[in-house]
């Protein structure tokens, strides 16, 4: 009886221990058939390119609004918009017959003061020399009376009065010596020059004929102005007055404007402006331009930063050098909207994963990197297990980023909706979606 009941518990330890292991072996096969099935990618190495996009508009290089300088009736409209000028064509003119008038009259006006002038020199030359010899006369007067005087033939009130008439004389030659000195352009002190060799020279550059001269070509510069011309070349694409209109100054007239050498102007966001420089390519878009794309290179950027809406922004210009492909330039039509799409920085053996496969906390970035485990499931899929990483990232376009540090080529990243991934669960490759 007791062998029989030894046994029986030998027996029974027997079973427990086998179903023990027949648990254990069940429960691990079935961790192994509840692995999360995730989207995965290898981390291989490429070409990466950063672009910087942006929206604007098309403008010409060269936009100049012609405004009226002077006042004055719209005589006649010489072109039309649409119409390409050269620099220096008629664009509209006014009436100049005030402008004329006022001309004459200045012109009047000149003669007179050349003739006024010279005529003033004359004066001064003739009342000079009559002095002097005044000034000759009374000094012989004043000689002969001192020699008398010292023989008592004559009164002391005589030789007085010889003194007194010698000294006016005097004063009168040196003022009139003086005032021909200086309107000969001479030092008051210098002899003054009595023939009449350069009077001519002395009439024009005396402030009075010189004064005359500048209200003449002041009228004859807005008889001039009465005529508007191109400053350049260009197509006119604004003419605003019509014949009989009364212009007055700083009016605008015309525009004339460069279509044939156009910019993309680029709005790009204040975060993304630090990226670019001038000379990096850009490829712009034009709904104006269905199925062509054109090619380009920054040539300004804005030092300023502009509010537009709700975003700010600083101005990019883009110089159009043709289009991809080789195709002949397009018309460009000012005010176009466009696109434009900058090349910041180009990376030609990146080692690159999808931005579906980073988490970013704070100012940490990492991703989970899938480790073989070496089992598989009852479909046969490999199982792998999930080890948080944390890396460092570079360059980033639309779809990718590159990664400095934290990866190796050839590793496995899962990609999608990470939420619910955690750092050691199983996950299986979906079948669908098979690493590259």
């Known amino acids: ?30 961790r192994y058939e509840t692995a999360v099935a995730v989207r995965a990618h290898a981390v291989a190495r ?53 402008y004329v008038l ?30 002097a010899a005044s000034l000759a ?20 009130d005589t030789l007085q009065r010889s003194q007194s008439a010698y000294d006016a004389a005097e004063l009168n030659a040196q003022s009139l010596r003086e005032q021909l000195a200086l309107r000969l352009g001479a030092p008051p002190s210098a002899e003054p020059q009595l023939d009449a060799s350069r009077d001519a020279a002395v009439v024009e550059a005396s402030p009075e004929v010189e004064q005359a001269i500048l209200a003449v070509r002041s009228a004859e510069d807005s008889i001039r102005r ?42 790009i966001d204040e975060v993304d402006v630090g990226k ?13 331009l269905i199925g062509t794309t054109l090619t380009g290179v920054v040539e300004s950027i804005a030092p300023t930063i502009s509010t537009v809406g709700a975003t700010r922004v600083s101005l990019v210009e883009v110089r159009i050098t043709g289009t991809a492909g080789g195709a002949g330039r397009p018309v460009l039509r000012a005010g176009a909207s466009c696109s434009g799409r900058i090349s910041a920085n180009v990376r030609e053996d990146a080692l690159i994963v999808p931005i579906s496969a980073i988490v970013t906390e704070e100012s940490l970035s990492y991703v989970f990197a899938l480790e073989p485990t070496g089992k598989s499931n009852r479909a046969g899929a490999e199982v792998f297990s999930l080890s948080r990483r944390e890396i460092r990232t570079g360059t980033s376009d639309v779809t990718d980023v590159e990664v400095v540090s934290g990866l190796a080529e050839g590793d496995r990243v899962a990609t999608g909706s990470l939420k619910l991934l955690r750092d050691g669960i199983l996950v299986t490759v979906r079948p669908e979606e098979p690493l590259p």
């Open 1 to 30: 009886m007791k062998k029989r009941t030894w046994l029986v518990v030998i027996v029974s330890l027997l079973v427990m221990a086998a179903a023990v292991v027949v648990l254990n072996l069940t429960l691990r096969g079935s």
């Open 46 to 98: 490429g070409r990466l390119e950063d672009r910087v996009s942006g929206n604007g508009s098309f403008k010409p290089r060269t936009s100049i609004t012609v405004a009226a300088q002077v006042s004055g009736e719209v005589k006649a409209v010489a072109v039309r918009e649409g119409d390409r000028v050269d620099a220096g064509a008629v664009l509209v003119r006014l009436r100049d017959d005030d």
């Open 102 to 131: 006022a001309r004459d009259k200045a012109r009047a006006a000149l003669e007179s003061a050349r003739r006024g002038v010279a005529q003033s020199l004359v004066t001064l030359r003739s009342q000079y020399r009559a002095a």
């Open 137 to 156: 006369d009374a000094k012989v007067a004043l000689d002969r009376n001192r020699e008398l005087a010292a023989t008592k033939s004559i009164s002391e």
């Open 226 to 267: 009465c005529t508007v011309v191109a400053p350049a070349a260009g197509t006119v694409t604004m003419v605003k007055p019509s014949v009989g209109d009364l212009a007055a100054v700083s009016t605008p007239l015309a525009r004339v404007e460069s279509l044939d050498d156009m910019l993309a102007e680029i709005q």
């Open 276 to 288: 670019i420089r001038e000379g990096l390519a850009v490829e712009v878009t034009s709904d104006s």
